[in-house]
């Protein structure tokens, strides 16, 4: 009888890689190492639904060793889709520079993470770079010569991401996007999100539709937005929706609060930049939803779910204290429970969503892998979707 595969569903750190235009451009993923990583990687790429939920981003394998990139390994992960961020100190491991140049040839994309060690040469091939940006970042113009893009992860405040971005690098990733001291975005001044809040108090106390639209009408960069969601593939509406009126009846108020819920991170400006809070609020709505889902919580569960994730960053949206926002959208309990405080299952699973838990983490959520998996790969293709679209 076969042994059976020690870890089934493996835990994998993911978090988003963004450019300068604050689009998602890929996904990092990270692995805890060990002499069993290969059998586990095998297990996260041996079936198709992680790179189907990710599409049309790409995948970046963090790994600290090229030879736990094993034959049985890279038949599951094509070039066109994998890259591998490598730390340059793995070129002094035996057979390592000869095995990165031999990925590079078969069209993997690779970039050497950190410094050279001392008297180690990069392969001429090998002319990507990636740099852990958490306390330095280097000096501007040092990139300019290599060919990138040039990752930069670990970047935890807005200040940092604009020293990275003048050094040359081209993607980005970290906390620097919930980063409490960024500037809000040139003439963003919060009249439409204010719109939206009074909108979602509207729908709480289940005003008029003839309210809702005399509100929505106010603000037409709103109305756009909203639109152009609502018809968007992250929705699957088969039947064009022309106005405000049209989607409350057609789709109900149910999907329409969670419309303005995530329209409230949406860019306020025709020709600004996106704002990176809108995936990162979708995801974790997505996937508290679909935690609720899975313990069995009624659909009106898994709506406060849902809110509980999407309301999680507009404290650092509004640079408004949580308490007070709270309070101004006459939240559920539950929610503001978990919004202020963590408390509770929503409490819990919010916590989760902010960090790359560790297998006690769920256990104390009393959330398994599988469950955690599940979760993680529905809420990256919803908020990709999302992004995309608004």
């Given at each position: 009888m076969a042994?059976?595969?020690p870890d089934p569903s493996p835990l994998v750190a993911i978090e988003p890689v963004a450019?300068?235009?604050?689009?998602?451009?890929?996904l990092c993923l990270r692995l805890r190492g060990g002499a069993d990583l290969p059998a586990r990687l095998q297990a996260v790429f041996g079936q198709p639904d992680l790179l189907a939920a990710i599409a049309p981003l790409d995948a970046l394998l963090m790994l600290e060793r090229p030879a736990d990139l094993t034959p049985p390994v890279l038949a599951l992960l094509p070039a066109n889709r994998i890259g591998f961020v490598i730390p340059a100190a793995a070129l002094e491991q035996e057979g390592a520079p000869r095995r990165l140049v031999e990925l590079h040839e078969f069209g993997y994309r690779v970039w050497l993470d950190g410094p050279l060690p001392d008297g180690v040469k990069?392969?001429?091939?090998?002319?990507?770079?990636a740099r852990d940006c958490a306390l330095d970042a280097p000096p501007a113009g040092r990139l300019a010569a290599l060919f990138g893009p040039h990752l930069?992860?670990?970047?935890?405040?807005?200040?940092?991401?604009s020293e990275c971005e003048n050094a040359g690098f081209d993607w980005f990733s970290g906390d620097y996007p919930v980063d409490p001291d960024a500037a809000p975005s040139p003439g963003d001044d919060g009249s439409s999100r204010r719109r939206l809040l009074t909108l979602l108090g509207l729908l709480a106390r289940d005003a008029d539709s003839r309210e809702l639209e005399q509100q929505l009408r106010q603000d037409p960069t709103l109305s756009y937005h909203l639109l152009k969601l609502v018809n968007s593939a992250a929705f699957a509406v088969s039947t064009q929706i022309t106005s405000f009126n049209?989607?409350?009846?057609?789709?109900g108020r149910r999907q329409l609060q969670r419309w303005l819920q995530l329209l409230l991170y949406a860019r306020q400006q025709p020709d600004g930049l996106p704002n990176l809070l809108l995936p990162l609020a979708a995801r974790r709505g997505a996937q508290l939803e679909a935690l609720?889902?899975?313990q069995g919580g009624e659909r009106d569960e898994?709506?406060?779910?849902?809110?509980?994730?999407?309301?999680?960053?507009?404290d650092r949206l509004l640079r408004m204290p949580m308490c007070d926002i709270a309070a101004d959208l006459c939240l559920p309990d539950e929610v503001a429970g978990a919004l202020l405080e963590r408390s509770g299952t929503l409490g819990s699973w919010l916590r989760l969503t902010e960090?790359?838990?560790?297998e006690r983490d769920l256990l104390e959520a009393g959330v398994d892998r599988d469950g955690w998996w599940r979760s993680q790969l529905l809420a990256y293709h919803w908020a990709i979707q999302v992004s995309r679209n608004v």
């Open positions: 042994a059976q595969d450019n300068a235009q604050n689009e998602w451009v890929a990069a392969p001429a091939a090998l002319r990507s770079v930069a992860h670990g970047i935890g405040s807005a200040q940092r991401f049209q989607a409350i009846n057609l789709l609720c889902k899975q898994q709506d406060l779910a849902f809110m509980t994730g999407v309301f999680s960053l507009l960090s790359h838990p560790a």
